[in-house]
């Protein structure tokens, strides 16, 4: 009751509060033209020289708006419905352009583009960027969660051309793809220009000021006012996709043969309708949720916790951050097999909200514990998936210049079963630094005979969670406070929480300093952080004591170095493990084409399957090379070794390789292997069953033609397959050759 009391005075506080943030800011005149204009990068149209006109003058990092190095200049104006943006983007040495012909959202180029915040609610904005070959970047930018969702895509239109003074970009935003309010007056809009110059360091040049005693970013940028009397439009999408698979599938050396149903054809259809001008219902039909992009290979070896991959697929993808929560209560990844979805999101007076529902055909999920978690799926009476339907609402509510409350409610349920979740959860900021974010969630679930007997859990359970924090990040320090609390049946099905059942404070405090480019400073930022942290299990064991002492640093060649130590005491399974442990981690950029980075861990740790002392070592390296302006590839390798006081328990060898030929903006070709490789001392496992050697490979070989992000063609084959003791020699155990064709109508 004192935790519901105190949410409840806070809640009450962020309402009544009329605390100022904002300062005053110049507004841009944003002239409506007449006509349209050719996407080609010269800027010859008449429409250019009606446009408004502002140059870049800030550079906000690595420097603190200080004068920027090169010159920028940016148009913008609007014809009713559209907004057209351009840049002249000036280089002394244009011969130093960094670009390449890549997929979209492909950051880290020399790019220009711009953000604006249609709502004026200094909290969210949408980014466009173009480099200087054409290539698109795009995502949402989150000031409540302090976030950047590049997974969102618009169809919208760029052109570029590099001249001899550097080069040119022309944009063109149909009003259709934006979400505003739903009027036909004078609005206002949050709007920054920037561009990103890599030269050594990563230059940031901006037409806002940034100023680093101000913890938010969108709510600092400039105002634009006009767009009298703009619609967005019903903006009605159809996108029908076919689909071709022939996948065929073996376990040996039990089942050799290889076992297929033949070729496989799909057909459906994505619907996407902007019911009003701030929102929008998107549906799909026998949907097609295929997963072209392929996982990173993870050490899955002596882990407590079930691993988290972040969602690929479009649909979920679109209007995720209306979701987003402190804590992950909807994970769109436990949606494994879905054969319809609905959605619906907007925002409008300061009300924001997202529906969503769909009806899985597998039913899994995670089953948290305290100490580990594991991975359920239940099963109907003759041994099939178990079916189950899925509804999850989101519901935000701004609050002053930077403060919001929100809720969240997911279920899931088939016959016999189900998981509910209700949560509340708010910012409110105090000061331009200080701010204090809260969570309080509610779990029930019913849980089938099968979960009772695999789990040992009751036929019916509830648990409560929440987290308060408090934290304050000003230019110099950093302060934050957290407290965490768990009970044990607290379960979300449809998120990701795979510890639950104990309580956590943590404390931390940080130094940030800065060099100058004036007194020739190798590192633009360093800092220093110490930290405390105890988790304490639901029965009063302690579980965890950890200090952490960190230094961080940024500087030249675009590099970041990262020094990590810890001293913890670790209680697991009745004993207490003293540990000493530290990590080191850099990448740099020799030459703006070439990335390279590593990492390295050792120290002391645990022997989570035998509840043993061990010890560590881990070492790491990438690398990403932009070998030219169209071929490009990516390489990481991470080596474990693991032992205990008898010996060495395992070592791992994990390779991840990428490689892509772009044709142009919109065609490439791709091949990827995804490589693991664990060598047990099987003698020291308890477990008789257990295997001396594992290698998983999982390879793809992709051709993909984008026209815009929902127009679009795929040509691939994969295949996986394993070695073990079981069998003496590499054996696959499932290839696929598919390709998917879709492409967006729009009314």
Not at 387 to 404: I, M, N, P, T
Not at 644 to 663: M, P, S
Request: proline share 4%; net charge negative.
């Amino acid at each position: 009751m004192q935790l519901l009391k105190s949410c409840f005075i806070s809640i009450m506080l962020a309402i009544s509060s009329s605390a100022v943030f904002a300062e005053k800011i110049d507004s841009l005149n944003i002239p409506e033209v007449q006509g349209d204009i050719t996407l080609d990068g010269k800027l010859d149209e008449a429409i250019w020289k009606q446009a408004s006109k502002v140059s870049l003058d800030y550079e906000t990092r690595p420097g603190e708006n200080t004068p920027a190095p090169v010159k920028t200049t940016a148009y913008i104006a609007q014809n009713g419905d559209s907004l057209l943006v351009a840049f002249v983007a000036e280089d002394p040495e244009p011969a130093k352009l960094h670009y390449s012909f890549q997929d979209r959202d492909g950051w880290g180029n020399d790019q220009v583009g711009f953000k604006i915040d249609t709502f004026n609610d200094a909290r969210k904005a949408y980014n466009f960027f173009v480099n200087p070959v054409g290539v698109q970047s795009d995502s949402i930018e989150d000031d409540v969660s302090l976030s950047e969702d590049t997974s969102w895509n618009g169809i919208w239109f760029s052109a570029a051309q590099i001249t001899g003074t550097g080069y040119n970009v022309e944009i063109k935003i149909p009003f259709k793809v934006l979400r505003f309010p739903d009027n036909s007056d004078k609005k206002t809009w949050g709007i920054d220009f920037v561009r990103f110059y890599p030269r050594g360091y990563m230059y940031r040049l901006a037409y806002s000021p940034q100023r680093r005693d101000i913890n938010c970013y969108v709510c600092q940028i400039k105002k634009a006012e006009g767009f009298e009397g703009i619609e967005s439009g019903r903006n009605l999408e159809m996108t029908p996709y076919l689909v071709a698979q022939d996948s065929k599938t073996r376990n040996p050396p039990a089942e050799p043969a290889w076992q297929s149903e033949g070729v496989d054809w799909e057909t459906g259809l994505d619907f996407r309708w902007g019911v009003t001008d701030s929102s929008v219902l998107n549906a799909t039909i026998n949907p097609d949720f295929s997963q072209v992009e392929t996982d990173a290979a993870q050490l899955d070896v002596n882990t407590q916790f079930s691993l988290f991959y972040s969602e690929k697929r479009p649909f979920f993808l679109e209007g995720a951050e209306y979701f987003r929560t402190p804590f992950t209560l909807l994970n769109t990844r436990t949606i494994a097999n879905p054969d319809f979805g609905a959605k619906y999101i907007g925002k409008t007076d300061g009300h924001s909200f997202g529906v969503l529902a769909s009806r899985d055909q597998q039913t899994s999920f995670l089953i948290p514990g305290s100490l580990s978690s594991s991975l359920a799926r239940l099963t109907a009476a003759d041994g099939s998936d178990l079916e189950s339907d899925v509804f999850a609402a989101r519901y935000a509510y701004d609050l002053g210049e930077k403060s919001q409350i929100g809720g969240m409610l997911t279920h899931r349920s088939a016959d016999g079963y189900h998981n509910s979740v209700a949560a509340i959860d708010g910012k409110y900021m105090f000061t331009n630094v200080d701010e204090l974010r809260y969570e309080v969630m509610y779990s029930d679930s019913e849980n089938p005979e099968q979960l009772q007997q695999a789990y040992g859990i009751a036929p019916s359970t509830d648990g409560l969670g929440y987290r308060v924090n408090y934290s304050h990040n000003g230019r110099d320090w950093d302060v934050f406070a957290t407290h965490i609390d768990f009970d044990n049946d607290f379960r979300t099905d449809l998120g990701y929480k795979p510890q639950v059942g104990y309580d956590r404070q943590a404390f931390g405090v940080k130094r940030n300093w800065y060099g100058t480019q004036a007194n020739n400073d190798f590192f633009s930022d360093y800092s220093l952080q110490v930290k405390g942290e105890r988790v304490t299990e639901y029965t009063d064991q302690k579980l965890w004591d950890l200090a952490t002492v960190t230094l961080n640093a940024n500087g030249e060649y675009r590099s970041g170095f990262t020094l990590v130590g810890n001293v913890s005491y670790e209680f697991y399974q009745d004993n207490w493990f003293p540990q000493k442990y530290y990590s080191h981690s850099g990448s740099f950029y020799p030459v703006n084409a070439l990335r390279v980075g590593y990492n390295i861990r050792w120290g002391d740790g645990v022997d989570y399957r035998n509840a043993r002392a061990a010890t560590y070592q881990e070492y790491g390296v990438y690398s990403n090379w932009q070998v030219t302006q169209h071929w490009s590839f990516g390489g990481e390798w991470q080596f474990t070794d693991f032992d205990v006081e008898q010996g060495q328990l395992f070592k791992a060898n994990i390779f991840n390789f990428d490689t892509r030929y772009q044709f142009d903006q919109y065609s490439y070709l791709k091949f990827v292997i995804r490589y693991t490789d664990v060598d047990y001392n099987a003698p020291l496992y308890s477990d008789p069953n257990q295997v001396s050697q594992e290698t998983i490979i999982d390879r793809q070989l992709l051709y993909g033609y984008k026209w815009n992000p929902r127009t679009v063609f795929y040509l691939g084959y994969s295949d996986n397959g394993f070695e073990d003791n079981t069998v003496n020699r590499f054996e696959k155990t499932g290839k696929t050759f598919f390709s998917k064709f879709s492409y967006a109508f729009q009314f």
